[in-house]
């Protein structure tokens, strides 16, 4: 595989990248194993933390928030209670 480390200081470079095909080269096994690494990743490597909810009508305020807090996790707007 392609390190990102590589990616970045090495000026390497993925083009025409196709899951699809990358999948079946993977073959049956590796699938599966990829799968399982992927499945037991996200509820930590690709979890999300959001600090404050806003309702969309307090968009302008979250935005002001986000803005002042970018490296304070997400904002996120809840939609509007059903009656």
Do not use: E
Request: no cysteine; net charge positive.
């Amino acid at each position: 595989g392609v390190s990102p480390r590589s990616l970045i200081f090495q000026d390497k470079k993925v083009t025409g990248f196709w899951l699809v095909q990358y999948m079946k080269q993977r073959g049956m096994l590796g699938m599966m194993f990829m799968v399982r690494k992927v499945s037991s990743g996200l509820k930590t490597a690709f979890a999300t933390t959001i600090s404050k909810a806003y309702a969309l009508d307090h968009a302008a305020d979250a935005m002001q928030d986000y803005t002042g807090n970018m490296s304070d996790n997400k904002v996120a707007f809840k939609p509007p209670q059903a009656i």
